[in-house]
């Protein structure tokens, strides 16, 4: 069973970091665009930062110079390093992907979600 699994949330105090990583497990072929999403309390869920196959990468205006995004393709992950965090990060965070599950037929895979929660 193809999948995304999440790990790397909690609770941290204002300005302090978190790792969020991301696996992609199951019998894959290929993996496109990996990203992060969050979604907050009564929100909408909101691109945080995408990072293509060759590192291309991009953010949400409200993390960049916080978060970095990055991948490694032989392990399948994809880990977002939130540093200088706000209260306003509080957020569930989704891993998104496009994978290759049987050799020529792409699908898009969303994660469980992991809470991040920021104390002021």
């Known amino acids: 069973q193809v999948q995304l699994v999440e790990s790397g949330g909690g609770l941290v105090q204002a300005g302090g970091s978190l790792r969020l990583s991301c696996v992609a497990s199951?019998?894959?072929?290929?993996?496109?665009?990996m990203g992060w999403y969050r979604q907050a309390p009564g929100k909408q869920r909101e691109l945080v930062a995408v990072?293509?196959?060759?590192?291309?990468?991009n953010y949400a205006d409200s993390v960049k110079g916080r978060f970095t995004i990055s991948r490694d393709n032989a392990k399948k992950t994809a880990s977002l390093q939130m540093n200088s965090l706000k209260p306003e990060d509080t957020a569930v965070y989704y891993c998104n992907a496009d994978l290759n599950y049987n050799g020529y037929t792409w699908a898009n895979y969303w994660g469980q979600g992991t809470q991040v929660t920021v104390s002021s």
């Open positions: 199951g019998r894959i072929f290929g993996i496109n665009a």
């Open positions: 990072i293509t196959r060759s590192d291309r990468t």
